[in-house]
């Protein structure tokens, strides 16, 4: 298994390598990622035609289910809070956003919950969202439209899915017509626990529903899955996503520095 | 004050420049005071002598004060646990580890206790760290030591602090002979809360005592002070710790960036 895994890992870092000189690191793995999937991301460094750029005093609000939620504190209210940002990917990259972006004043919130489909951050987004009135608004949902149906407790289809999330993003837009959007990808691990060949194909439309949403909406998309897929080249996908759907710790940064990717340097 | 913030970031970008062509970003910012306080990491990228190489299945442990504790979940023993690393700078460097890493099979803990001082972690040395059997240990400990004598709640001295600090290595080397020390300067931000001119100069002398132990242990050593005194330069002291010894999410992950710096990448 580790002879394979090495292997495994030899032959992607042979086929990643450009001009066969130079093997990607994981972070590069990022950035190639972002790229294949065509996101708009790219250009070399320095080049951010694309980049969200943000202003000084900016508002960014993550939603989206539990993998955004991340057992967040929901008492808390206050912008730029540890126990607020919950302890996932929308904390790792608040901590990255402050950090990098020290001199911007930025406020920043996690208004994710744990098993939400797209209708359901419609019935709470007057509060969740609206109010906020984030400049950024970076949403992750999908899982759970398909997965809950899966197991028989959702009859919403990937139609169901596609409307509710263009429905969401209009009513947005008509009242936060400046916002920048942030889509990130449905995505989950195949033969990882809770996912099985049994999600296939028609887990794959729910992603191609959120890309071809993320383009209609000129969204900057964040192709999780191409991410995942490639990261599984380093370590097995359960070292990502220890059920197949909720990142580790490894998984939440991976993902965290793939939204880094969506803003301007 | 936020013109003067803005001139002051306009100076410190201009001094900072590289042959006038070049300004720092925050993170070349963590990179620069790590080289200015000659840490031995001076190399340009890619040359890494004398930086920490992680071997598969390298246990890390990170201990320390509240500034590690950062509100870890103390029932929780496995590795590489979310809310047993606590929300701060371990945590922080744990995800970036277990990210670049991915295939070393790291196991990280976090055993920092809030108000900690050295002759404490002493107390609880063979538990919580000896029969971890860390193979990097990385230490912060100090600013209680001077700020609870300051306080008047604490008799031990500088002296003391020296003392019980190279007790405790000598003890740990003895029973972990290969393990790697990494080493943090105490650090606190003046005229932030509870920072003020009545800490000095006699909170440098704990400064310098870890310095001077870092170099006598041959530990890599991280030079928060300097790194804390920087980042004032593109965001106020309070913004990088609100109340002068405390960091805010931004100044953990300024801590982190600057704990990376002491690994192999």
């Not at 904390?91 to 406020?107: I, Q, V």
């Not at 996912?195 to 529903?209: G, H, K, T």
Request: with cysteine; aromatic share 10%; proline share 4%.
């Amino acid at each position: 298994m580790h002879h394979e895994h090495r292997t495994a890992r030899r032959n992607f870092l042979k086929k990643a390598s450009i001009g066969g000189a130079l093997a990607l690191s994981i972070p590069q793995i990022v950035s190639a990622g972002m790229a294949a999937a065509g996101t708009g991301n790219e250009q070399p460094a320095g080049s951010a035609r694309s980049r969200i750029k943000l202003k000084e005093g900016a508002v960014v609000l993550f939603q989206g289910d539990s993998i955004t939620d991340a057992g967040r504190n929901k008492e808390e209210q206050s912008a730029n809070n540890g126990s607020a940002l919950g302890g996932g990917y929308a904390f790792l990259a608040a901590c990255e956003l402050l950090y990098r972006h020290a001199g911007k004043n930025l406020s920043i919130y996690n208004k994710g919950i744990s098993g939400n489909k797209v209708f359901q951050l419609a019935e709470r987004w007057d509060q969740d969202c609206i109010q906020i009135k984030p400049d950024v608004l970076s949403i992750l949902i999908g899982v759970n439209d398909y997965w809950h149906k899966h197991n028989g407790n959702y009859d919403g289809t990937v139609q169901v899915y596609r409307d509710d999330y263009r429905a969401l993003l209009d009513r947005t837009l008509k009242q936060l017509p400046n916002v920048q959007l942030i889509i990130g990808e449905p995505f989950a691990v195949n033969r990882v626990k809770a996912v099985d060949d049994s999600w296939y194909p028609e887990f794959d439309a729910y992603r191609a529903a959120a890309k071809e949403i993320a383009t209609e909406f000129k969204a900057a998309f964040i192709p999780y899955q191409e991410i995942f897929n490639k990261a599984e080249r380093s370590a097995p996908g359960s070292y990502w996503t220890p059920d197949g759907v909720h990142p580790s710790l490894a998984g939440a940064n991976l993902m965290a520095h793939a939204w880094m990717e969506t803003i301007e340097k």
